[in-house]
């Protein structure tokens, strides 16, 4: 009986052993692979990594995500497939994960901009991005917005689009921008400017342009390159660089410890501050390079002519804690009341 | 335990009913579905690959046509000049450029640009942006490989406005050196015409850039998750299963033009039609178990009844019943009616036998009550005797009245009734015994008896002590002048009565010295085998007797052994 189960059985695994087949000879050679984790749009890393792939014979595959939740995935070691690459996120991010980055010394590293590089060369940068405020050109008048000092601006009470700065990079970026712009004690500003959002604040980034050029709020923090492109693409809204100071700090890619084809992403790297990719930045992204020598950008002002505070990164990242606590509490505390 | 043993022996029988539905069942439904499955999916592949390579081919005509194209205008005169110096006239440039795309221009827009990448030539309206970059994407591809065509997949290819396969080759002037571009741009509704009809209808085809970026869909809606799956289980070495399990899908690639086409056909064999075919082979097993069941009852009743009226009859034949007949059921003959036939005939066969044994054994015993019947009277004989003896005693022969008066005393000792007598008793009788033997043999032997008085009350058995005494007259003495017999009783160290009859003959020879053993061949002489006989069946084995010749001169002893056994009085 058992003898006559046991054919049974191994008749049954043959027979289905032979039914399933897959071929796998359209992949790419083992290892010709890169997996890149990245915070860019679909509409950043598409044509870099497309030219990436067709430039190099390499297999990109790419996860989108948001910086923090890219990084907290990298950070639990959970991650799947195992990333080589980060790509995108402040720079404050990176340096707040410095444990999971190996330093990388790019291709050409002498034709970058000296202010955005790392210290250790843990991340490379990828893209310069100064702050700007926005406004409904319908809701107010040009010259009611020049600076941050505006923000605590009674007239403006309740009418800011502001993103989270637990959850936007650039948005905690603006945070300490105003800070440093603004001087004083640092207390006193976050809780007036926390007052005058009237315990509002918006829950992305990407909402702040939406929010304003709907008309639901007046003014609105973010970044040039959103602003830029969205004006372009024809939306009611004015960009100004704060007359009191902006803050320009860059975005970044950074090899990651225990990466399994460091060699193809330390290709990458090298592509992304190459002098075509950075070139396609400023002229179809609105973005700043981080390399110079390049063609001057025909819509950007040039950044030379843009007052700007000393945004210290250093600070900025040690502080993001206690400053984030504070910020949550007098902003809570303006609702309770 | 028999019970326990029928028990199973029926339950084997119901295990290998079930074993001989189910296997086979079970063994047919997985080859079945198997075959089946094969089958379905061999047809499957043999039709994926028949509609992979018609879009193979459907490719490949694009393509060679847009090679062809290349080739015409590449070194063309005309071209150079109005690319390069453009010093020509656009209609005629337009009228070649025509004219080389005639095979194609239903399927394809076509582009010129000069070297720095801006927009001359179109074949249809002109496109979005009048300049592409050099350094970028895919002029700079194709200036990368001259001569060749290079393609590329769109960013968004569910945008369905925009052209979705884009395709690029550099072109030379008559001296080689790069002169400009022709870029070839396929719509969706282009590439529809093209690869739309050659999947059937319920199969979708999916072509994808040498990267397994997506280019197009004929079912555009889900081209972008799709391709982004596949891609993302090509890169982890999974199977190509898509976004769910309910698809198979064909892979071929184009070596020509570097793309690659996805036919994605419905799964043969789906979860639910697995479930129906398991769930109807579950249905037909219980049947199968169900119709084995009765079966295997309905069987084991018609075997282990007629058995157990068999078995319950052998039990009644134990307990002596022979009138006992198993019942044979009318009508249905088979191996157990025949063997109740059988068992019926046995105990019949049987009775019959008893009953002629008890007959025979009847007979028997009135024969021998007439046989008893016949006998004289033993009485009469005694009677007849003493009446010998007065009527000797009257006419003065005195050895005719003794003889007569002991033969008389002798047959009346051996007509009693009584199977033990004391020893006294028994050497009275011998004391008549030797009387007549000694008339009759004139005096030749004394006879001497040494017994000591407690032992005269000692009971033996019946006539012991005459068939010795005879032996010793007839054996021991004959020929033997002053003849003695002695008899001696005594107690030996076990405490047993030891009686000696004594000769002063030959003696005996050695080899019949020890325990008595009968002889070989009956002779009419049994006294010795009687008395031995008599005395192992009533005493033991370990009892009879014993030959000796005596120590103390010549002659031979018959010794007898026996227990003290004291009598009544």
Known sequence: MKRFLIFFLVFTLLLSGCAQKQTQDFGPADGDTLVIYTSHKKEVWWPIVKEFESRTGLWVQVVEGGTNELLETIRSGKADPIPDLMFGGGVESLEANASLFSPYICAQADRLLPQYRSGEDLWTPFSALPLVLIYNPKLLSPDSLTGWSDLLKPSLHGRIAFADPAVSGSSYTALVTLLEALGGDHDTVLREFARNLDGKQLPSSGDVLSAVASGECSVGVTLEETASRRIAAGEQLAMVYPADGTSCVSDGCAILVGARHPENAKKFVDFTVSRDVQQLLQDQFCRRPVRDGLEPSASLPDLAAIAQVDYNLRWASEHRDSLLMSWAFYLGSEEEE | MKQLHFRSFRQQLNTAFLAVSLIPLLLCSVLL?????????????????????????????????????????????????????????????????????????????????????????????????????????????????????????????????????????????????????????????????????????????????????????????????????????????????????????????????????????????????????????????????????????????????????????????????????????????????????????????????????????????????????????????????????????????????????????????????????????????????????????????????????????????????QPLAENAILHGLSGVEAGQLLVTARTDTENLLEIRVCDNGRGLPPELLGPYRPPEKQTGHLGLFNVDTILRKHYGECFGLRLENREDGPGACVVARLPIEKGES
């Open chain 2, 33 to 465: 579905v198997q075959i089946f499955q094969l089958r379905m999916i061999s047809d499957a592949q043999q039709t994926a690959q028949q509609q992979l390579t018609a879009a193979l081919d459907a490719l490949d005509s694009v393509h060679t046509g847009f090679q062809s194209v290349v080739d015409t205008l590449d070194s063309d005169r005309l071209v150079t000049q109005a690319l390069f110096d453009e010093q020509a006239e656009d209609t005629k440039v337009y009228e070649q450029l025509f004219q080389a795309t005639e095979a194609l221009r239903g399927f394809a827009a076509f582009h010129l640009y000069d070297i720095s990448g801006n927009w001359r030539y179109s074949t249809q309206s002109a496109p979005e942006s009048k300049v592409l970059s050099t350094h970028w994407g895919i002029l700079y591809g194709a200036a990368q490989v001259p001569g060749t065509v290079v393609y590329s997949a769109p960013e968004d290819p569910a945008a369905l406005s925009a052209p979705l396969l884009h395709a690029a080759a550099l072109l030379t002037d008559p001296y080689g050196a790069p002169m400009g571009y022709l870029t070839m741009e396929l719509r969706s509704s282009q590439l529809g015409t093209l690869l739309g009809g050659l999947a059937g209808a319920q199969n979708q085809l999916l072509l994808l850039d040498a990267h397994w970026r997506p280019v197009y869909c004929t079912q555009s809606a889900q081209v972008l998750t799709l391709a982004e799956t596949l891609r993302n289980q090509l890169l982890s070495g999974k199977a190509l299963t898509g976004t769910s399990d309910n698809f198979v899908y064909t892979v071929a690639r184009d070596t020509a033009t570097g793309l690659t086409l996805v036919l994605q056909q419905p799964q043969v064999f789906t979860q639910g039609t697995l479930r129906l075919f398991y769930s109807v082979s579950t249905l037909c097993a219980l049947g199968c178990v169900v119709l084995s069941i009765v079966l295997g009852l309905q069987l084991s009743r018609q075997v282990f009844e007629p058995i157990g009226r068999l078995h319950k009859a052998i039990r009644q034949v134990e307990k002596n019943d022979l009138e006992v007949q198993v019942p044979i059921p009318e009508g249905n003959e088979n191996e157990l009616t025949d063997l109740a036939r059988q068992f019926n005939h046995m105990v019949t066969t049987l009775a019959a036998n008893q009953q002629t044994l008890l007959e025979n054994q009847k007979a028997l015993n009135e024969a021998q009550i007439r046989m008893l019947q016949a006998q004289l009277n033993p009485h009469f004989l005694c009677n007849t005797l003493d009446t010998m003896k007065w009527i000797s005693k009257i006419n003065q022969v005195p050895q005719v009245a003794l003889m007569s008066t002991n033969l008389a005393d002798i047959l009346r000792a051996c007509i009693s009734p009584a199977e033990f007598v004391p020893l006294r008793q028994e050497l009275l009788i011998l004391e008549r015994y030797i009387e007549i033997q000694k008339i009759r043999l004139s005096d030749s032997f004394s006879y001497e008896a040494d017994v000591p008085e407690d032992l005269k009350d000692c009971m033996v058995p019946k006539m012991l002590l």
